[in-house]
């Protein structure tokens, strides 16, 4: 699997964990990042990186996903944050 159908598979866990009730803290996590100016497609994208990296962690570690791990990094999440196509991070002013 290349690495764009694996990020749609992520966004696509994004948009299921946004609707079910056992994740509601991944969409608090939405809300907040959206209600600072994050658009709907740049949160969900973040939110899929976080997820990735946590599912990778998990591989790595050969262990369960690591739930607590996972909210942390939804919470670390900076809404000024952007990802420029080069995938580099560009900060905005506050």
């Given at each position: 699997m290349d690495d764009d159908a694996f990020f749609q598979?992520?966004?696509a866990a994004v948009e299921q964990q946004l609707a079910a009730p056992q994740t509601r803290y991944v969409a608090k996590a939405f809300e907040r990042l959206t209600s600072k100016g994050m658009s709907p497609e740049d949160a969900k994208e973040r939110i899929a990186a976080c997820?990735?990296?946590e599912t990778d962690a998990m591989y790595r570690r050969k262990s369960g996903f690591d739930e607590k791990s996972y909210r942390q990094k939804l919470d670390a999440i900076d809404p000024g944050e952007r990802f420029e196509p080069?995938?580099?991070?560009?900060?905005?002013?506050?």
């Open positions: 598979d992520l966004l997820l990735g990296e080069d995938g580099e991070p560009d900060v905005e002013a506050p």
